[in-house]
């Protein structure tokens, strides 16, 4: 299905504009702009808070057209860090997810990680690496006394 110019526009940016463009998408349920704005790639890989790895383009397009099927998703993005190289480009962040389900509206708070890098394309998604969150601790700065790896 052709993007829209707004789509392709967004696309043919930067990773900050590919990263609009994928929140915006999933925030209407757009299967088909949430699925541009991912790398052309076997090996692309989404892992969902408290899922397995999910790998290549139609195993997670599965996922997100899942996640439509059961309610609209508004995730915002916050407190956004950003590493970036030549062909790369990494964002973390703090998502305010809310999932506006039949059963009534839930919030949550997740910790993901964003990784583009620059196709001939234009920059893509390549990986979307979400973990559950907690509301009262977000970042840490100090050192914690607890290392789980």
């Not at 999910?54 to 057209?65: C, K, L, P």
């Not at 998703?73 to 970036?84: G, L």
């Amino acid at each position: 299905m052709p993007r829209n110019k707004l789509q392709a526009a967004n696309l043919e940016g930067n990773a900050d504009e590919v990263e609009a463009a994928f929140y915006d998408a999933l925030r209407r349920s757009d299967i088909e702009q949430l699925m541009a704005c991912w790398a052309d790639e076997d090996d692309i890989v989404c892992v969902h808070p408290g899922g397995p790895r999910v790998v290549g383009a139609m195993a997670i397009r599965a996922t997100f057209e899942a996640m439509f099927a059961s309610g609209s998703i508004r995730a915002r993005p916050q407190q956004r860090r950003t590493v970036e190289s030549v062909g790369c480009c990494v964002h973390h962040l703090i998502e305010q997810v809310e999932v506006l389900a039949p059963s009534g509206p839930r919030e949550a708070w997740v910790i993901a990680t964003n990784v583009y890098v620059k196709t001939a394309q234009g920059w893509r998604l390549v990986a979307h690496h979400a973990s559950p969150g907690v509301p009262e601790l977000q970042e840490v700065r100090a050192p914690v006394s607890q290392v789980l790896h």
